[in-house]
């Protein structure tokens, strides 16, 4: 075989490489919400880019080549950025049907055709504003009657939410505090910040970028660092809106300092039970907490039902949800 073919099948090999690889680093920035995926996929576009020109490179002035490598890392990166905005704002859930659920124990047959109609609502509502997911509780004639958890406490490890789910309930801890230390609950408390943001998010303790995607690319998946999620606990990861205050247009890491906004810096978390427990013992009948200039949760009590209803991100409809619950639970 003569040079001049060994050349031109070297190229021809380099070229498809170099496609392939670049193929590859938009599937994994479009397909992977994880921390870190868009970094992978912009490595993956910049390799594909290099192979590339290394085919052209003795038919191209130097000047061209490295023209060249520029042009096409800038457009690596416009890629891995655009491919991860669009992963991250994508439908969590293609449909109500295929939103997941964990409920402690099936509900009474008094109860089953409105927890029927709860259920529904649940859903819809993750469906409509793209929500990780939602944990709801329902408390009626004096104690809880149904709570069920909804989606993901994390997204990036599809962690069940469950009922015993841990929420940052925000504003709404200076309300519960006290009667939930009367009752006892276990489950409601006041944890240190650093518990909830393992990775220190938007404080001084945050990795450096670079050493977070070795952290998140190398050292947890060879087993050499613990993984930070999904939390500790049963703590469910919280989530801001990327961009604005609609979580329709996808999700990022909430940060630690909007999380700690109780009395000594401690972030106050309950369950949607504990939540109702204290409405049935002590009040409020309504009550909405803030985190993060959002609402997480909402407490409602309607002609005797008491709902609780959380989310693991901001600015989520928990107060319409709950009010609707009730009403399916009065029978409206």
Do not use: K
Not at 44 to 67: C, D, E, F, K, Y
Not at 296 to 304: A, E, F, H, K, Y
Request: proline letters at 7%; one cysteine or more; aromatic letters at 6%.
């Amino acid at each position: 075989m003569n040079t001049t073919v060994l050349t031109a099948v070297r190229a021809f090999t380099l070229v498809a490489l170099g496609l392939a690889i670049a193929a590859m680093g938009i599937y994994v920035a479009d397909a992977d919400d994880a921390p870190g995926a868009a970094a992978m996929g912009l490595v993956l576009l910049i390799a594909g880019v290099v192979l590339g020109v290394q085919a052209l490179r003795n038919r191209l002035p130097t000047w061209a080549a490295r023209t060249a490598v520029a042009i096409g890392a800038v457009a690596a990166l416009f890629a891995a950025t655009l491919t991860h905005a669009v992963g991250v704002a994508a439908p969590l859930f293609p449909g109500a049907s295929d939103v997941p659920s964990v409920v402690n124990a099936a509900p009474s047959p008094e109860h089953a055709a409105a927890v029927a109609r709860a259920r529904a609502l649940a859903r819809a509502a993750i469906v409509e504003q793209n929500l990780p997911g939602v944990s709801v509780a329902v408390g009626v004639g004096g104690a809880v009657a149904w709570a069920e958890g909804f989606g993901w406490r994390d997204v990036s490890t599809g962690a069940p939410m469950t009922p015993a789910t841990r929420f940052n309930i925000g504003t709404a801890a200076s309300a519960v505090a006290a009667p939930a230390a009367t009752l006892g609950l276990t489950d409601t408390g006041a944890d240190a910040p650093a518990a909830w943001s393992p990775e220190a998010i938007g404080e001084e303790g945050e990795d450096f970028p670079p050493l977070a995607m070795l952290r998140h690319l190398v050292w947890q998946p060879l087993g050499l660092m613990p993984s930070d999620y999904p939390l500790a606990g049963d703590r469910a990861t919280f989530y801001v809106p990327r961009t604005g205050t609609g979580p329709r247009q996808g999700r990022r890491l909430m940060a630690m300092r909007d999380l700690a906004c109780c009395a000594g810096g401690q972030a106050f978390a309950s369950t949607p039970s504990d939540l109702v427990r204290i409405a049935l013992a002590a009040g409020p009948d309504t009550l909405d907490g803030q985190l993060a200039g959002g609402t997480v949760m909402s407490l409602v009590t309607d002609r005797g039902i008491v709902v609780a209803v959380a989310s693991n991100i901001a600015h989520a409809g928990t107060s319409t949800l709950a009010r609707g619950i009730a009403e399916a639970f009065a029978g409206l």
